[in-house]
């Protein structure tokens, strides 16, 4: 059975006396506290990098918005929203968040547990060469994970493979959070608002997060999301679960029309192809009702809880 990822073998990934009995300077600076900096991606509106921690000696991930979103309202809220969601949500599938500060021109900045491994994209980009419980036992994590935050009344509403995060010793991540819901004790909430205008009908989808106050990444939107229902709640993270448990089985998401408005429409109003349709491979019938009744078109014909989904996931299928 092949793993997903090699252990970490680089230097800073030892453990040393001089890391472990290093005194700390009498007057701490947070300004001098991180060293190091690499780039480890950048993203449609942040920059993620590793560096090292030098009071904890450790090699850390370090996250700050794009200069050219720094300071701007909207991205600062989303940005904190994820770092203390991320924060609040003390679950092993969700990333530990270490410290959410400013850096010394007063922008943002939080930092958290450092990862080597890849994204479910790249893993299902190679997913033949994996067993097919590997991959489910991946999105088994995943709903544990959410089960966790919709008991803690958070939605995520970004759920996607690129959103997953599988490392060499087990660890199965879930990120971003950069999106979540939330509510006030009454059962009010406020929407973080999205700047992005109206995306012509002909671009591309695969090139596409946002459109119109869209929230989200097109593809794995449930149809209340799209429809941007105020009501919306826990059931549009189990419909993204079913378009990802889909691609596992297909190899293709239910819906792989190339712009925005032909993928809404078809997640609207049209029924997708069973996967066992789409692929050669052998599709146990359990697992693929369970995935169809995932991604149903109304909320109220889906599997309703993480924790139905993940009781139906662990069940005998093969």
Same mark, same amino acid.
């Given at each position: 059975?092949?793993?997903?990822?090699?252990?970490?073998?680089?230097? +800073?990934?030892?453990? %040393?006396?001089?890391?472990?009995?290093?005194?700390?300077?009498? #007057? *701490?600076?947070?300004?001098?506290? /991180? $060293?190091?900096?690499?780039?480890?991606?950048?993203?449609?509106?942040?920059?993620?990098?590793?560096?090292?921690?030098?009071?904890?000696?450790?090699?850390?991930?370090?996250?700050?918005?794009?200069?050219?979103?720094?300071?701007?309202?909207?991205?600062?809220?989303?940005?904190?929203?994820?770092?203390?969601?991320?924060?609040?949500?003390?679950?092993?599938?969700?990333?530990?968040?270490?410290?959410?500060?400013?850096?010394?021109?007063?922008?943002?900045?939080?930092?958290?547990?450092?990862?080597?491994?890849?994204?479910?994209?790249?893993?299902?980009? +190679?997913?033949?060469? %994996?067993?097919?419980?590997?991959?489910?036992?991946?999105?088994? #994590? *995943?709903?544990?994970?959410?089960? /966790? $935050?919709?008991?803690?009344?958070?939605?995520?509403?970004?759920?996607?493979?690129?959103?997953?995060?599988?490392?060499?010793?087990?660890?199965?991540?879930?990120?971003?959070?950069?999106?979540?819901?939330?509510?006030?004790?009454?059962?009010?909430?406020?929407?973080?608002?999205?700047?992005?205008?109206?995306?012509?009908?002909?671009?591309?989808?695969?090139?596409?997060?946002?459109?119109?106050?869209?929230?989200?990444?097109?593809?794995?939107?449930?149809?209340?999301?799209?429809?941007?229902?105020?009501?919306?709640?826990?059931?549009?993270?189990?419909?993204?679960?079913?378009?990802?448990?889909?691609?596992?089985?297909?190899?293709?998401?239910?819906? *792989?029309?190339?712009?925005?408005?032909?993928?809404?429409?078809?997640?609207?109003?049209?029924?997708?192809?069973?996967?066992?349709?789409?692929?050669?491979?052998?599709?146990?019938?359990?697992?693929?009702?369970?995935?169809?009744?995932?991604?149903?078109?109304?909320?109220?014909?889906?599997?309703?809880?993480?924790?139905?989904?993940?009781?139906?996931?662990?069940?005998?299928?093969?």
């Amino acid at each position: 059975m092949t793993t997903f990822t090699e252990p970490a073998s680089d230097e +800073y990934a030892m453990i %040393y006396l001089e890391n472990t009995d290093k005194e700390l300077p009498l #007057k *701490i600076n947070q300004n001098t506290r /991180y $060293a190091y900096f690499k780039t480890v991606a950048v993203g449609g509106k942040a920059i993620i990098q590793s560096c090292k921690d030098l009071h904890l000696s450790r090699t850390i991930c370090y996250k700050k918005l794009r200069p050219e979103f720094a300071d701007v309202p909207i991205e600062q809220k989303r940005f904190l929203r994820e770092a203390r969601v991320s924060a609040l949500l003390q679950h092993p599938n969700i990333v530990p968040v270490y410290e959410l500060g400013r850096e010394a021109k007063g922008h943002y900045f939080f930092t958290m547990k450092l990862v080597h491994g890849y994204t479910f994209r790249e893993v299902l980009d +190679y997913r033949e060469r %994996y067993d097919l419980k590997q991959l489910i036992n991946v999105m088994i #994590k *995943i709903a544990h994970a959410l089960e /966790y $935050a919709h008991s803690h009344r958070v939605i995520h509403r970004d759920i996607k493979p690129e959103n997953i995060l599988v490392g060499p010793y087990g660890e199965v991540l879930l990120l971003d959070w950069g999106l979540a819901k939330v509510w006030n004790p009454d059962g009010t909430s406020v929407q973080v608002p999205s700047e992005v205008t109206k995306t012509k009908s002909n671009k591309k989808a695969s090139t596409i997060t946002d459109t119109e106050k869209l929230q989200g990444t097109i593809t794995y939107m449930s149809p209340e999301q799209i429809q941007k229902d105020p009501n919306i709640d826990y059931r549009t993270d189990i419909y993204s679960l079913g378009v990802i448990l889909y691609e596992i089985l297909a190899g293709r998401p239910p819906s *792989i029309k190339e712009t925005v408005d032909e993928i809404i429409q078809e997640t609207l109003h049209e029924i997708p192809a069973n996967p066992s349709t789409l692929t050669s491979i052998r599709i146990p019938n359990l697992l693929e009702n369970t995935i169809m009744q995932c991604i149903a078109k109304e909320a109220d014909q889906r599997i309703q809880s993480c924790g139905e989904l993940i009781r139906l996931l662990e069940e005998d299928w093969s």
